[in-house]
């Protein structure tokens, strides 16, 4: 008896007759386009758009059905090749380690081919000629591809870069003996990591020459905007715990008041950088009061609204602050009092006797917030060592354990609402310098919910986290601008996945900030998030 | 063992009046006066839900008792001296003249308890700081003298001389009550990956960096075996001759209880109904019916002898 019904019950030895197994397979693919349909049809099938002032349907059910049947196949090729030898007894992963040559075979005839595709010249041009979809998709596989080769390459010359000075001065990472080649380059990855991004990003102007300069300065410039609004979140979400859904807030404040107080008074940017960076503490402040005493999910609700009463307040107080017109003619950047102007006298480049040439200021900018960012870098570090920032970091693992240790948690609070507000203070007013034009259009929800993408996907507390989730999801956004919507698609999806394999961010755990023999990292399953 | 010698010399530390708390209709304290005396360790017991906690939340600022007057004397019970001043100015502390300071616990917020009157105390369910290291929590529990070395992070932003100072003193006592505690090997794993004993260890050492005159210890042996039990009050005994420290001790661990206080308090629905000697309170009919009941038939004895 019990012979025969064990094979039944234990899933490791069931034979199913051949027929079965195909009738099995195709059911399965067949569910699976209905699904996919259902979803696609939704989200891909039915297209509005804007003609002529009016919202019109565009069917577009041929791309809807194809992108079903492509996920069907895939099914059905996953059902028939893997999941079928995985009945007996294998699970997926545990086929990994023997896929894994084929793995990395294809991984670099991919690369490979992608990098061969994309050099061919015209090879785009014509795809556009042949088929139009595929093209959007191969274009942008072939972008991801010479981006992620091009950035990885540059990476590890920094790292080695790095590495020969630090051998140079007489440095050597003890773990870096005796290993694989791989593991002994990456040994002291934690260090050496940093100073290699510090390295590019010092000399991305010089790197990036060639005919698309201009985009990649400029696309720096704005992946360097949201690194110093990250790293200013961090202090508040990732440092205290203290979830703020409003943080655009306090970009806004500070983006305003560069604005007025420079086409009113006429004080050039770096006198208003502190004066935006006060305001924006002042707000954090008023903002911090009320909140104090709240909790969570409650917490992030009322941030939130915070930063729409602010959005709200700009849009309406139209004597002041111009309404949904915005402030225009704020005056650009100098550089230190002579302007970047094709005409006229004493400015930058007659003083220096150059060329008049655009790049240089926005060369100019890219310093300027990469100078900004890592002071904002640098002063956040250093809190972290000193006893508030040490408070911060308690207030977040326990408040009541920190009242019963002295600790004032209401100024607790509050600085860390201040001081994070205020970094976001001096991004706000870089912004409206660089941007010429600010209205309350650019200080929407969506932003406070990217900077907070940033800082979660990131890792909470990991300055190198925000860096890296900033790079991905700017710099990514950036690149598929051709991608049009699809790219919200991936950036979705993308997070749904990190947040599967790397729940607590990219660089999760943290560095302690003080010790006694040595520095151990704690890995992030102990940290808490902090309940506000 | 009480150590009955030195009863002249031992003053009063803690003078707790008429302390109520009251959640909506429930009384979780009633009425309770109680003193503790200077250099004592003072066993509060009771059976579950008694108020023990909840007294000890009033004392340490975490609630505001709804009647009352919990007052503590730094220095001798001279500065009791300055109570009725300090209470009808509205004042929260008060210094009496050639005496240390009085301080009305029950108007200040926890974190000042902690701070000024230095009330340190622990917690029946651990709270650590988790994804801190050990020397972390140590000198967290420093804050008050480090953030004030820092010149209220201005100074430590410039990276003075007299910060860094503090900081190394402060690393030196840390590690010391990580000796203390037998910890010192871990200074630098994160307080959540500790074995439990080793956790209610570590949140003494946290409380004793704070420099309290007196530590309020909420169970500190729940969940400790026996040789724990054994080290652990070993260590109360040592911290307490060698600090100047007066320790409130709520506990259910009787071998722990027995041993070392110098004085029991025992709370019943909200009531003190017996205190003394450890001996004196072993033979207490009135804590034996608290704790066992009686049987039925003797029932009328011993409310008569209780006076009930």
Redesign the interface.
């Known amino acids: 008896m019990t012979d025969t019904l064990q094979p039944e019950t234990s899933p490791v030895t069931r034979t199913l007759p051949r027929a079965a197994i195909t009738a099995d397979v195709i059911k399965d693919a067949g569910i699976t386009f209905l699904i996919a349909l259902l979803l696609f049809g939704s989200i891909v099938g039915l297209r509005t758009e804007t003609v002529n002032g009016v919202l019109v349907l565009m069917p577009q059910f041929g791309k809807a059905l194809a992108l079903a049947a492509a996920v069907a196949v895939g099914r059905l090729l996953l059902d028939v090749f893997i999941w079928r030898r995985m009945k007996d007894g294998r699970t997926f992963t545990s086929l990994i380690p023997s896929a894994l040559p084929i793995l990395k075979g294809a991984g670099a005839l991919a690369v490979v081919f992608g990098l061969a595709l994309y050099s061919i010249p015209g090879f785009r041009a014509s795809l556009v000629a042949g088929a139009g979809t595929v093209h959007g998709a191969l274009g942008a596989v072939a972008d991801l591809l010479t981006f992620a080769c091009e950035s990885t390459f540059l990476v590890m010359a920094a790292m080695a870069i790095v590495r020969a000075a630090r051998l140079i001065i007489g440095q050597t990472p003890e773990e870096a003996v005796g290993q694989g080649m791989l593991r002994r380059f990456t040994a002291d990855f934690g260090r050496e990591f940093p100073i290699a991004l510090l390295l590019i990003a010092l000399v991305l102007p010089a790197l990036t020459a060639g005919p698309s300069q201009r985009y990649a300065i400029d696309t720096a410039t704005q992946i360097l905007i949201y690194v110093m609004l990250g790293w200013g979140l961090n202090i508040v979400v990732g440092l205290a715990g203290l979830l703020d859904l409003g943080y655009v807030a306090f970009y806004a404040v500070g983006a305003y008041t560069y604005a007025l107080i420079s086409t009113q008074f006429g004080w050039s940017f770096w006198v208003c950088l502190p004066l935006a960076g006060f305001f924006a503490a002042l707000w954090g402040i008023t903002l911090g009061f009320p909140v104090l005493r709240l909790r969570g999910d409650y917490l992030a609700i009322v941030t939130m609204a915070f930063g729409e009463i602010i959005r709200i307040v700009l849009l309406n107080w139209q004597s002041l602050t111009g309404g949904p017109n915005g402030i225009n003619r704020i005056p650009k950047l100098t550089f230190f009092g002579l302007p970047f102007d094709r005409t006229g006298e004493g400015t930058f480049a007659s003083v220096f006797g150059l060329k008049f040439d655009p790049l240089h200021r926005m060369v100019f900018l890219y310093y300027v917030i990469l100078a900004l960012a890592l002071l904002t870098n640098f002063i956040t570090l250093r809190l972290r060592r000193l006893p508030i920032g040490r408070a911060w970091e308690a207030l977040r693992e326990d408040e009541i354990a920190c009242r019963s240790v002295g600790i004032n948690t209401v100024t607790t609070k509050l600085t860390a609402f201040a001081i994070g507000a205020m970094f976001g203070g001096f991004a706000g007013s870089f912004f409206a310098a660089r941007q010429g034009f600010i209205s309350p259009e650019s200080f929407t929800f969506m932003e406070s919910a990217l900077v907070l993408a940033i800082v979660v996907l990131g890792g909470l507390g990991s300055q190198l986290g925000v860096v890296i989730a900033a790079v991905i999801l700017i710099g990514s956004a950036e690149r598929f601008r051709d991608l049009e919507d699809y790219r919200m698609l991936i950036f979705g999806l993308s997070m749904v996945l990190v947040m599967i394999w790397r729940p607590r961010g990219l660089m999760s755990g943290r560095t302690p900030s003080a010790f006694l023999k040595a520095r151990k990292n704690i890995s992030g399953s102990f940290v808490k998030e902090g309940r506000g | 063992m009480a150590d009955g010698a030195s009863d002249a010399t031992r003053d009063d530390l803690l003078r707790v009046e008429n302390l109520t708390m009251r959640f909506g209709g429930l009384v979780a304290v009633d009425k309770l006066s109680f003193t503790a005396r200077r250099g004592d360790i003072t066993a509060i017991i009771g059976p579950n839900g008694a108020g023990k906690t909840t007294f000890f939340n009033c004392i340490?600022?975490?609630y505001k008792p709804t009647e009352g007057r919990v007052a503590l004397a730094h220095g001798s019970q001279a500065a009791f001296e300055a109570l009725p001043a300090a209470t009808f100015g509205g004042k929260q502390w008060s210094k009496a003249e050639g005496a240390g300071a009085v301080f009305l616990l029950e108007r200040m917020p926890?974190?000042?308890i902690?701070?000024l009157a230095r009330v340190?105390?622990t917690?029946q369910n651990i709270?650590?700081?988790?994804?801190?290291?050990l020397?972390?929590n140590l000198?967290?529990?420093q804050?008050?003298v480090?953030?004030a070395a820092?010149g209220y992070?201005i100074g430590?932003?410039l990276g003075l001389a007299s910060f860094k100072r503090a900081?190394a003193e402060a690393?030196d006592k840390?590690?010391y009550w990580?000796r203390e505690i037998g910890l010192?090997d871990r200074?630098?794993?994160?307080?959540?990956?500790l074995p439990y004993g080793a956790q209610r260890r570590l949140e003494i050492a946290?409380?004793m960096?704070?420099d309290p005159v007196l530590l309020c210890l909420d169970e500190p042996a729940a969940g400790l075996n026996p040789r724990e039990s054994a080290e652990l009050n070993a260590l109360l005994l040592k911290i307490r001759e060698e600090h100047a420290l007066s320790i409130l001790l709520i506990e259910h661990d009787m071998g722990v209880v027995m041993q070392i206080s110098d004085r029991i308090a025992v709370l019943d629905y909200g009531q003190k109904i017996a205190g003394g000697t450890p001996e004196e309170i072993r033979a207490d009919p009135r804590v034996i019916a608290a704790y066992l009941g009686v049987p039925d038939d003797e029932v009328e004895d011993v409310e008569a002898e209780v006076g009930l």
């Open positions: 340490t600022g975490f926890g974190f000042e902690a701070r340190a105390r917690f709270r650590l700081f988790a994804g801190m290291t020397l972390e000198l967290v529990a804050h008050t480090l953030n820092s992070t430590g932003l900081e690393i840390a590690a990580l010192i200074a630098d794993d994160p307080a959540g990956d946290r409380a960096c704070t």
